[in-house]
Nanobody, 122 residues
Framework: QVQLVESGGGVVQAGDSLRLSCAASGRTFSTYAMGWFRQAAGKERDFVAS????????YHADSVKGRFTISRDNAKNTVYLQMNSLNAEDTAVYYC???????????????WGQGTQVTVSS
């Protein structure tokens, strides 16, 4: 199993940017595809972005395409989510996850972090 710890969340204004980080420990980070999901209050957990083991394949949800970018640094055991042009609809708890391939469904991923809150005020 891999342990995941997210950071970088906070309260920002609409139009601002944030970069989330997810630090991994435990088994070799580079053997995992990584994903970011988010869950707004009272709603299901939604896919945001995922990235393959070497970073060569990336997927982004249509709702964030062009605004958010997933990346990873295997030397630092860290995956990032750069979020630009934030709006109120992006308010949610953001979770990173590790799994065997860069899927878009939560069931693809077996290890999860505790989440970090992102609040965007309009």
């Amino acid at each position: 199993q891999v342990q995941l710890v997210e950071s970088g969340g906070g309260v920002v204004q609409a139009g601002d940017s944030l970069r989330l980080s997810c630090a991994a420990s435990g088994r070799t980070f580079s053997t995992y595809a990584m994903g970011w999901f988010r869950q707004a209050a009272g709603k299901e957990r939604d896919f945001v972005a995922s990235i393959s083991r070497n970073g060569g394949i990336k997927y982004h949800a249509d709702s964030v395409k062009g605004r958010f970018t997933i990346s990873r640094d295997n030397a630092k055991n860290t995956v990032y989510l750069q979020m630009n042009s934030l709006n109120a609809e992006d308010t949610a708890v953001y979770y990173c996850a590790a799994g065997p391939w860069p899927g878009t469904r939560p069931e693809t991923f077996g290890s999860w972090g505790q989440g970090t809150q992102v609040t965007v005020s309009s």
